[in-house]
């Protein structure tokens, strides 16, 4: 049985990871607007993995009896200055999501809940990926963005990018 504190934090997280995928479409919809396909392509995958992991946070919720409530999602931002800059709030956003986990992974120890931060070892993790992978975008699109060649032979690159759901834990 998760406490009450532990419950809204999470539910508190299902809503981060949907405001996450809100604002990763509303990127990959001004990526596209500038003829950016690629990194439009990158930012669908990335709005994809972020309703994933809602949806795993919200099956764990009510796998230990707890009642999943959502809230609105705000409204993130739909302009940019370029593709860096949209690298650069990719990195700051996923930062602060850095944060909001291990605050839950803070709450689990002090609660002395263990299933709920064993559960959370996977998002640790998964957020290390996503720190590396937004550092990685955001060198890249600085690099390119001296070259308009640079920039489309980074922006093809950017559209090979698939969406892969995590595979389930084996017994």
């Not at 809204?8 to 981060?16: C, D, P, R, T, V």
């Not at 990763?24 to 309703?51: I, T």
């Not at 690298?87 to 002395?112: F, M, S």
């Not at 920039?151 to 559209?159: F, G, S, T, V, Y």
């Amino acid at each position: 049985m998760l406490s009450e504190q532990m419950l809204n934090m999470l539910n508190e997280q299902i809503n981060a990871e949907l405001y996450s995928a809100y604002m990763y479409q509303a990127m990959s919809a001004w990526a596209a607007d500038q003829d950016l396909k690629g990194l439009s392509n990158w930012m669908d995958c990335q709005a994809q993995e972020e309703v994933t992991h809602a949806r795993m946070i919200y099956e764990y919720v009510q796998e230990r009896g707890g009642r999943v409530l959502l809230a609105a999602i705000d409204g993130p931002p739909t302009d940019w200055d370029d593709a860096v800059a949209v690298a650069e709030n990719v990195l700051e956003h996923e930062q602060k999501v850095t944060g909001l986990i291990n605050g839950l992974v803070d709450q689990a120890i002090e609660e002395k809940d263990h299933a709920t931060r064993s559960f959370l070892d996977w998002f640790v993790d998964e957020q290390v990926e996503e720190e590396d992978s937004a550092n990685d975008l955001v060198a890249t699109l600085r690099l390119a963005s001296q070259s308009p060649g640079g920039m489309l032979m980074i922006d093809r690159e950017l559209a090979a990018r698939t969406y892969t759901p995590p595979a389930p834990e084996e017994d």
